[in-house]
């Protein structure tokens, strides 16, 4: 597994969101960036049962290096199914097109987010309230300084959602 910002080291103060991609059929194990792998457990510090990490699925994984393994809380994981919800919600809420959205706007590009560009011309769009909660949600789960983020990552910066720029880019 790759991340955007290329972890170099396992310690405290870490934390990664994955969609699990495959069911385990046994013990799991992290090994993101190429770091040692290590031991997936659940919170209680046990190795997950077959079948308990489940393709598709938001995860968060922290490292406990007491135990040097990963930790991933899935029974309490009420902040990761939400997180989930909301991300599905704003995607649902996405303009297919990036004509007429708006300067720095995001659009479902394919599979992936795009974000239009500074000079998109823009017009007033009436949005349904489930896509103004969504999006206020997102705004309020954003840090407001790019400091001690990674290149890629999201902060809100005024009234706009920013990506720390990459600076080998």
Known sequence: ???????????????????????????????????AARPWL?????PFAEGQLQAGRFVWAIPD???????SDLFGGLTV???DAVMRSWWISLSDDPRGIGP????????????????????????PEGRRLTLQLIREA???SPDGLRPGEPWLNGETIAFVPDPNA
């Open 42 to 46: 659940d919170a209680a510090g046990t």
């Open 65 to 71: 290096p007491d135990r040097n393994a990963w930790i």
């Open 81 to 83: 199914a939400l997180f």
């Open 1 to 35: 597994m790759l991340t955007n910002g290329r972890l170099t080291e396992f310690g405290p103060g870490l934390a990664l969101l994955l969609k699990v991609d495959r069911g385990n059929t046994g013990p799991a194990f992290l090994a993101p960036d190429g770091l």
């Open 104 to 127: 720095n706007a995001p659009w479902r590009n394919g599979g992936t987010v795009g974000w239009t560009g500074e000079d998109n011309p823009a017009f007033t769009i009436t949005s």
């Open 142 to 144: 954003l840090p407001t």
